[in-house]
């Protein structure tokens, strides 16, 4: 078992939160034992890996409610990604460039305007669509402070949406947030934001990117295989609050 | 033209003509970021136009379609 203890989400949800990420190897009766240790917590996170049903049954019969999946996937930076003739037209037609000041508050306006709304936060009936919106924009401050990188996509002048990148190492990129803004949710442009995302990391010559996708989020899955990523993980996802 | 234009939409997203008047973007699961650029590329190869990247954008629902496609004479 990893434990951390998530202490943002005292400043995101005003709750004292930790979060258990249940290992392979764990036993049973292990979790359980720790999880009752930690029933004092206002919000409790566990990570399950696929193969612990055990761990699953245990979680329901302690009234733990499932979220998501959490699907962890890969794309090894081999070569630009393919685009079919109409996607390279609209491509061709998009810039994206790194963002300024001006930029990032417009970028926090279009977060606070609720763009996301499939993370465990907004689906949830205990929080909202504007704690979470909250909890994004805290979020991109953290790690733009612990030097990830944040570019505005733009068609015609206008900001059409986002991407931010972090680096993991000199050969991996982690993208851990990206999106269209508001009046372009509706574009069916969301695969310019992946590939735009792409073409910056294959910029920086990176050999991996790496990312993770709600399955609350198909669509988002369905873009990044279309341009060759690959599935490497699930993790089942559930909360408890007390 | 109608006629081709609903072939198009239901081989895109495996419809009946019936469902397809009051389809919007985002309304049924296919019809996402990689749907939406298969149905373009349908009605483009359909009625042999290039659309302006705006146009594609703007191509939010069925009806948007049709309203849409007559700027490049097809009617």
């Known amino acids: 078992m990893k434990i951390i203890n998530a202490f943002w989400e005292k400043r995101n949800l005003d709750m004292d939160c930790i979060e258990i990420v249940v290992e392979d190897t764990d036993k049973v009766e292990s979790v359980s034992d720790f999880i ?33 999946v959490l699907i962890n996937m890969k794309l090894e930076v081999k070569n630009q ?18 963002m300024n000041s ?16 499939t993370d465990r936060i907004s689906l949830d009936n205990n929080f909202s669509y504007a704690l979470a919106s ?18 505005k996509v733009e068609f015609q002048e206008k900001s059409i949406g ?16 990206s999106g269209l803004y508001t009046d372009y949710l509706n574009s069916g442009l969301g695969f310019i934001i992946i590939s735009k995302t792409n073409t910056e990391i294959f910029r920086l010559k990176a050999k991996v990117i790496s990312t993770v996708v709600s399955s609350n989020n198909p669509k ?3 873009v990044l295989q279309s341009f060759g990523y690959e599935i490497i993980s699930f993790n089942y996802i559930y909360t408890k609050y007390n | 033209m109608i006629d081709q234009y609903n072939k198009v939409f239901k081989e895109a997203f495996g419809l009946e003509l019936d469902s397809l008047v009051s389809l919007e973007y985002q309304s049924i699961s296919a019809w996402d970021s990689v749907g939406h650029m298969n149905l373009i590329m349908r009605i483009e190869e359909e009625f042999n136009i290039m659309m302006e990247t705006l146009d594609i954008i703007d191509f939010s629902s069925y009806q948007k379609g049709i309203e849409l496609l007559k700027k490049y004479g097809v009617q």
């Open chain 1, 134 to 151: 909250k909890r994004y924009v805290h979020w991109i401050e953290d790690e733009l402070k612990l030097g990830a990188k944040a570019y």
């Open chain 1, 36 to 68: 009752d240790s930690k029933l004092s917590m206002n919000y409790i996170v566990v990570k399950v890996p696929v193969s612990r049903m055990d761990v699953n049954e245990l979680l329901t019969h302690k009234k733990f409610v499932f979220r998501e």
């Open chain 1, 162 to 177: 986002f991407f931010i990148l972090k680096k993991i190492n000199n050969e991996e990129y982690y993208p851990f947030l």
């Open chain 1, 102 to 117: 001006v930029d990032l508050k417009e970028l926090y306006s279009e977060v606070s305007k609720n763009i996301f709304h």
């Open chain 1, 81 to 98: 990604i393919t685009l079919n003739s109409l996607q390279k037209r609209i491509d061709d037609s998009i810039v994206y460039t790194e």
């Open chain 1, 220 to 222: 988002v899955v369905r």
